[in-house]
């Protein structure tokens, strides 16, 4: 039972050796260089005495806010387009209703106009027609018996 042990194995259970790369950051060549900019207050320079004794001395910093999280609407987008269309769809209807009624009420003239146009000219025809009946005053005229013989005409 000769089992290879660490001190006696085959060359091909060696390791090979190990290179460590160290990552150089890349600056990008557009970027400005870093401006120290004065605060705008002078902050005010605190001592802090450590649990060992020492001192500690040096200015006091406001914590850094996080800018506030956009504030979600009470109410999403999609609710608020499903409503304007609703009320978009309600104005079209009215405006729908509006026009049929508007329509309705002028076939309904158009039909009264109509029959009354009947109305006074068959009153007109009427008046005509029996009164030329009623009196013979006017123009005779006594139609002959008209014969054509060869293109000419004879009365």
């Avoid at 802090?48 to 999280?69: F, N, S």
């Avoid at 109410?75 to 269309?85: D, F």
Wanted: with cysteine; charged share 15%; hydrophobic share 45%.
């Amino acid at each position: 039972m000769n089992e290879p042990t660490a001190y006696d194995r085959p060359a091909r259970y060696e390791t090979a050796a190990v290179e460590v790369h160290t990552p150089t950051p890349i600056v990008p060549a557009h970027t400005a260089p870093l401006m120290p900019v004065q605060p705008g207050t002078v902050p005010s320079v605190t001592s802090i005495v450590l649990p060992d004794g020492r001192v500690v001395t040096g200015y006091t910093m406001e914590p850094a806010k996080p800018e506030p999280v956009a504030a979600k609407p009470a109410v999403s987008r999609a609710a608020v387009n499903v409503a304007l269309g609703g009320v978009g769809f309600l104005a079209v209807c009215g405006g729908l209703l509006m026009l049929t009624a508007f329509i309705t009420a002028l076939t309904a003239l158009i039909t009264q106009l109509v029959i009354l146009a009947a109305v006074i000219f068959g009153g007109w025809i009427a008046v005509q027609v029996f009164s030329a009946s009623g009196h013979r005053d006017g123009t005779t005229v006594n139609i002959r018996k008209a014969v054509i013989k060869r293109n000419k005409f004879y009365s």
